[in-house]
Every structure is written in structure tokens, then in C-alpha cells.
């Protein structure tokens, strides 16, 4: 969407009516759907041309309704130079995402263990991409196939899945779920430095 529709004439109604699309989206998916412009644009009850206006894509709606869909970096800027430093700020960042968005993400994992094939926004792996660049300080030690590895590893500690068992069968409450998720990683990246994780 332009930048200078939403700040040209009746500003607060229109950003009445993004935070609607965005609203809808959201419960969309929390339903299990991927949702297009117009299915959105009718849940929320705006017409398409209206909704078109704001999101001219699905993949642009996708993206305001989840920003980090489209991060290609959760490192802030400049990045720190220090492994823990930069392994700190990229899963602080993912695990606060997650539990944000958690019914989302819940809807999401169903469907990914479903028997049917789903496009699933929030499943898409780009996480991993931000957990490898995180791990650079390590590229020279371990590899690229070992920083790819340890990544995954990172990423187990830290979504959905693992949320979802600490939460609902060790019964942990949410700031504790983040807290030994946030140690998991940590453990993980301080031993792979020692012991590489298998290739």
C-alpha cells in the first residue's frame, strides 16, 4: 500500500480500516485459513476495491499482518560482533514472536500435521535463515553444513512445537516457557562449540 494513502485525508478511518484487514487476516489464520485480499476484504466487511487499495497482494497483506514474514534480518544495525550477543537478539526476537502470535502458530502446526497439503504462512522455515546468520561468527569452526545444523537445532529449542509441550504437558506458565526455551538455545550453541553437531 502507498505510504501517502494512509497519511493523505481522513487518516484515522483508514487506519481504522488497515487494522480491520489486519484484524480479520489474523483470525483467518487462527481458523486454519491462508486468506487472499477478498476473502479477508469480506471478513472484515470492506469491499475488495477498498482492501485493494491498502494490500495489493496477498504476500503484502501476509506481511503487515505478520512483519517478520518478510524479515530478512532480525539482527538490529549495526549487528554485534559477539556470538551470544547476536544469538540473544535473533531468539528473543523469534520466541516472543511465537508466543505473540501463538494461536496463530497453533492453527498453523495442526494444519501441518494434517493430512492435507496447506500453504502455511507461518510455517515457511525463514527463521532458520536468521538463526544462520546469527551463528556467522561460528561459519569458520564448524562449517556451513554445521552452522545449517545447528540453526535447525536452535530453531527446535525455540517454536512452536516446543511450546506447545512445555505449556500444555509440563504445564509451565508463558514467561517460564520463553525462559527455558531462551536456556535451551543457549545450551545448544554453547555445546555445539565444543562438540560439533553431526553433518
Same mark, same amino acid.
Given at each position: 500500500?502507498?505510504?501517502g494513502?494512509?497519511?493523505?485525508?481522513?487518516?484515522?478511518?483508514?487506519?481504522?480500516?488497515?487494522?480491520? @484487514?489486519?484484524? #480479520?487476516?489474523?483470525e483467518?489464520? +487462527? #481458523?486454519?485459513?491462508?486468506?487472499?485480499?477478498?476473502?479477508?476484504?469480506?471478513?472484515?466487511?470492506?469491499?475488495?476495491?477498498?482492501?485493494y487499495?491498502?494490500?495489493?497482494?496477498?504476500?503484502?497483506?501476509l506481511? #503487515?499482518?505478520?512483519?517478520?514474514?518478510?524479515?530478512?534480518s532480525?539482527?538490529?544495525?549495526?549487528? &554485534? #560482533?559477539? @556470538?551470544?550477543?547476536?544469538?540473544?537478539?535473533? +531468539?528473543g526476537f523469534?520466541?516472543?514472536?511465537?508466543? %505473540?502470535?501463538?494461536? /496463530?502458530q497453533?492453527?498453523?502446526?495442526?494444519?501441518?500435521l494434517?493430512?492435507?497439503?496447506?500453504? @502455511?504462512?507461518?510455517?515457511?522455515?525463514?527463521a532458520i535463515a536468521?538463526?544462520? %546468520?546469527?551463528?556467522? &561468527?561460528?561459519?569458520e569452526?564448524?562449517?556451513? %553444513?554445521?552452522?545449517?545444523?545447528?540453526?535447525?537445532?536452535?530453531?527446535?529449542?525455540?517454536?512452536?512445537?516446543t511450546?506447545? !509441550?512445555?505449556?500444555?504437558?509440563?504445564?509451565?506458565?508463558?514467561? /517460564?516457557v520463553?525462559?527455558?526455551?531462551? !536456556?535451551?538455545?543457549?545450551?545448544?550453541?554453547n555445546?555445539a562449540?565444543?562438540? &560439533?553437531?553431526p553433518?
Amino acid at each position: 500500500m502507498s505510504t501517502g494513502y494512509l497519511k493523505s485525508g481522513r487518516t484515522r478511518q483508514k487506519q481504522r480500516t488497515r487494522d480491520q @484487514l489486519i484484524a #480479520a487476516t489474523r483470525e483467518l489464520i +487462527t #481458523a486454519g485459513d491462508t486468506p487472499r485480499v477478498e476473502e479477508v476484504a469480506e471478513a472484515a466487511g470492506i469491499s475488495r476495491t477498498t482492501a485493494y487499495r491498502y494490500f495489493a497482494s496477498q504476500a503484502e497483506l501476509l506481511a #503487515a499482518a505478520y512483519p517478520e514474514t518478510a524479515a530478512t534480518s532480525v539482527l538490529p544495525d549495526p549487528p &554485534p #560482533a559477539a @556470538l551470544d550477543e547476536r544469538v540473544a537478539a535473533v +531468539t528473543g526476537f523469534f520466541i516472543d514472536g511465537v508466543q %505473540e502470535a501463538e494461536p /496463530q502458530q497453533r492453527a498453523m502446526l495442526r494444519l501441518s500435521l494434517g493430512d492435507v497439503p496447506h500453504e @502455511l504462512p507461518l510455517r515457511q522455515g525463514r527463521a532458520i535463515a536468521w538463526f544462520v %546468520e546469527a551463528l556467522a &561468527p561460528t561459519a569458520e569452526t564448524l562449517g556451513d %553444513e554445521g552452522v545449517r545444523q545447528l540453526a535447525l537445532a536452535m530453531r527446535a529449542a525455540c517454536g512452536i512445537e516446543t511450546r506447545v !509441550w512445555l505449556s500444555d504437558v509440563a504445564g509451565l506458565a508463558p514467561a /517460564q516457557v520463553s525462559a527455558l526455551q531462551q !536456556w535451551m538455545v543457549d545450551a545448544v550453541v554453547n555445546h555445539a562449540l565444543t562438540t &560439533p553437531p553431526p553433518t
